[in-house]
């Protein structure tokens, strides 16, 4: 099982990004996904996350600027940000527990990480 996440990039103050991640292997079952990210000296911290019924869940500092959401069929969970700030500049890191192998009854659960993807916001 692979996480594979693409999005990011540079980007002025008060624009726009996508970040997107794909999982792929012999996945038989999702369950939370989510959004990290890490800044330059600072400790890696949770962004948002989403169960697979859909709830959401954020970090208060993104509320109302980023969108996490997810596509169970294809096993991707995205994350729309707007109005972005220089301090949301960090490597971002997807994330989630999945369950695979050949036993669909019995799943193997397992915390898996995309590579990281850099966004980096200029004023």
């Known amino acids: ?26 996945i ?5 996904m989510g959004w990290y990210r890490q800044a330059p000296g600072k400790e890696r911290e949770l962004v948002a996350t989403i169960t697979r019924r859909g709830s959401t869940k954020y970090v208060d500092s993104v509320k109302g600027r980023f969108t996490i959401s997810r596509d169970n069929a294809k096993h991707t969970v995205n994350l729309q940000m707007n109005s972005l700030k220089p301090e949301d500049t ?9 369950g695979s192998g050949s036993n ?10 995309g590579q990281g993807t850099q966004v980096t916001v200029s004023s």
Request: net charge negative; proline share 2%; hydrophobic share 40%.
């Open 1 to 26: 099982v692979q996480l594979q996440a693409s999005g990011g990039g540079l980007v002025q103050a008060g624009g726009s990004l996508t970040l997107s991640c794909a999982a792929s292997g012999s």
């Open 28 to 32: 038989v079952l999702i369950n939370d």
């Open 90 to 98: 960090a490597v971002y890191y997807c994330n989630a527990d999945i």
């Open 104 to 113: 669909y009854a019995y799943p193997n659960f397992h915390d898996y990480w």
